[in-house]
């Protein structure tokens, strides 16, 4: 399994995070491309700083004169799904722009739907968001991790006026993550961006210090250099230790929690509205089976697996979404496989294929399900005909090494 690790001990934002991905290695070519699909005219320049006399990347977010904004949840939700992005960069892309609409939304006392972005809604926010998720998918992480992070103090200038520094959506953000002022004694000033505690939250697991990682390269990202003292963020990138290339994680696989409620009120066509917003709210993966309630109700068991560290975002959420009168949750552990991405050839038409592997070998073929609908809808074909040539063409492709 690809792991990441960010070091934040200077604080974080998107443009740092930006940075850091493409000094690890990631093309930025390959986060060029999303944020130029967004259509908002948005482009990105790298170059090479010197911060304190240590080489580090910074990539600029290029914003034309009259760029279109997106002042709402729902307006950058429009726009990311008019960029036809990959899956891999659109849904965690919309997690973290969600998490972004529930912090502020807590943080004023209303919903994430009545959010108003101001500075956050520029063009360049939206552009971050999506040049980091593409990053992440470039190198192939399939697990990222967080230590401490600074958060900075003071007070930061807002359209609402001054606020403390760490300010409300960014505490919200980071609940679960271990937070400090900063190292030694730099300036009184914001750190960590919300955007910046939005990616973390919505992308990263929370840990105390580096994880085991067997590393194979890693970049370091420049902050605002108009700063006296710029900040940097890390980001180190490897494999799990304890894994062969292509092996599954070591035995003890990762922690996380599974949330559970069972209702019996809850209409067939908001379930899954409430699964949606689930994953919104961090969860990875949600789902629900259908349950025999008392004197036999017809109901349903709601089901979400996520980072312990969003467990109270989610049990706000299914109390809120479901309108159950209590949550359950346990601790849990996951044995993910190894994964990879294949791309094939249907009919003209380019599709991924999910690849799982199991001790070096491939044990599980999955074509993937957007890219399939595309080509099958450009096709004229049946969606389960193009899969199932996506399926035979991926594992020929794993067959011919």
Known sequence: MTAAHIVAEEGVAGDMLLGALVDAGAPLAELAA????????????????SVRGVAATKVDV???EGAPRTPTLADARSLLASAGLAEAVAGPAERVLAALAGAEAQAHGITPEQVVFHELGDADTVADVVGVCAGLAALGVERLTCGPVAVGAGAARTDHGALPVPPPAVTALLRGFVIGGGLGEGPRRELTTPTGAALLAALAEPVDGVPLLRLGSSGRGGGDLRRASPSLVT???GRAAGEADGAAPAAEGWPAVVLEATVDDLSGEHVPVVLDRLRESGAHDAWAVPATMKKGRPGHTLTALANEADLPDLADTMLREAGTLGVRWHRVTKHPLARRWVEVDVAGQPVRVKVGELNGQAVAVAPEHDDVAAAAAALGRPVREVAADAAVQGRGRLAAG
Do not use: D, F, Q, S
């Open 34 to 49: 999303p944020v130029a699909a967004l259509g908002a005219g948005c482009e990105l320049g790298a170059r090479t700083v």
């Open 235 to 237: 980001v180190l990138v």
């Open 62 to 64: 290029l914003v034309p």
